[in-house]
């Protein structure tokens, strides 16, 4: 079985390089459900995995060696009480390095209770956590108030200027079906929640994306089919400006970084400010910029990761094959490589009548691309 897994990663690695595409290059498999991926500067390797089951024995690893996945920064992160939501990690959704070279990890708070995920967040489990990766400690915890979330708020995904203002910004989409982007002041903690319900952030009605060539629902036991309502999602910084998607659509908007900081504009005139990046061939999972003015995207429905060229506006393909199985999640590496995640997200009971379709191992890949981590 294993030979013949190496053979079709061969297969398709040469299948890529016949059609002018980088080559994917395996370096690690996981048995857990991975979505996050960040990259050191030195080269370590972080993952998060969303809280899938009441007993999971990690929800962000470390990656050592070429097997294994160990528990960081240690197991007590891993678990905890809801009367402390702010102190460990309830359901991590993503990792980030920074340009100070400092881990972030992104919390919903969605505990996972009585067999399934919950509709909303716990008081106080909404936070982003940054940790010092010479000491392994934690440096600050930064906890969504009340005003920056609505009811059924699912912080998705991060991305940082750290040469913005006194300490920094955080830009942060909220994947409910209002959509957000939530801005953080990192040396005042300030946070503000910016074109909620707006139709930049909000999905398309009724939205119908494919997958493998099938019309793509979700398909919960017991329910009618019902259309995908996934909000801001993808999220990457290049260029001054904030790129970001709704899930359900095919748009990417962008707006300049220094507008959705500046706590003193109001939502009206944040609005006028926003632009229409482009439209995608596919619907969108995660994002990543890099140093040549690329914003990367997953492209489910092409098996893809796709780029924005943000001077042109023009999309392209950067990588096509089979075994881009939902590539979910992005980290440029100092290295010249792009790393990403492929987590068959549609085998998830959701979208398949309660049956569990997803089967480990899954993949994190390499692709070579020549650049660096985006100057923001």
């Given at each position: 079985m294993?030979?013949?897994?190496?053979?079709?990663?061969?297969?398709?690695?040469?299948?890529?390089?016949?059609?002018g595409y980088p080559s994917l290059q395996l370096i690690h498999e996981y048995q857990e459900w991975p979505t996050g991926i960040a990259v050191s500067a030195s080269g370590r390797l972080f993952t998060a995995f969303p809280r899938q089951k009441e007993k999971q024995p990690y929800t962000v690893t470390e990656t050592l060696g070429t097997s294994k996945d160990q528990a960081y920064p240690n197991t007590e992160y891993q678990s905890g009480s809801l009367n402390n939501?702010?102190?460990?990690?309830?359901?991590?959704?993503?990792v980030v390095i920074d340009g100070l070279d400092r881990l972030w990890v992104l919390d919903t708070g969605l505990p996972f209770q009585n067999g399934s995920k919950a509709k909303k967040p716990v008081p106080g489990g909404p936070k982003i956590m940054s940790f010092d990766l010479r000491t392994n400690k934690l440096?600050?915890?930064y906890v969504m108030p009340p005003e920056a979330l609505v009811e059924k708020s699912s912080i998705n995904d991060v991305r940082f200027n750290v040469s913005q203002g006194r300490a920094g910004f955080a830009y942060i989409s909220d994947t409910a079906e209002e959509g957000a982007i939530i801005v953080v002041d990192l040396q005042s903690g300030a946070t503000v929640r910016r074109l909620s319900n707006s139709t930049f952030t909000r999905p398309d009605a009724k939205f119908v994306g494919s997958y493998r060539g099938v019309p793509f629902y979700k398909r919960?036991?017991?329910?009618?089919f019902a259309h995908l309502t996934n909000g801001a999602n993808a999220i990457a910084l290049s260029n001054g400006k904030v790129y970001f998607s709704p899930q359900a659509s095919n748009r990417f908007h962008c707006v300049s970084q220094d507008v959705l900081a500046d706590f003193s504009k109001n939502d009206a005139e944040i609005a006028v400010r926003v632009e229409l990046a482009t439209r995608s061939p596919s619907y969108s999972t995660g994002a990543e910029s890099d140093s040549l003015g690329r914003v990367y995207y997953g492209a489910p429905e092409q098996d893809a990761i796709n780029f924005i060229n943000t001077t042109s506006s023009e999309v392209q393909v950067f990588v096509r094959s089979p075994l881009l199985k939902w590539p979910d999640s992005f980290s440029q590496g100092l290295d010249g490589y792009l790393y990403a995640t492929s987590n068959d997200l549609p085998g998830w009971p959701q979208f398949?009548?309660?049956k569990e379709l997803r089967k480990p191992?899954?993949?994190?890949?390499k692709i070579w691309n020549g650049a660096k981590p985006a100057g923001k």
């Open positions: 294993r030979v013949f897994y190496l053979l079709s990663l061969l297969f398709a690695s040469v299948l890529c390089a016949e059609v939501p702010s102190g460990w990690f309830i359901d991590a959704q993503s440096i600050r915890t919960e036991k017991g329910k009618k398949n009548n309660g191992p899954f993949h994190l890949y």
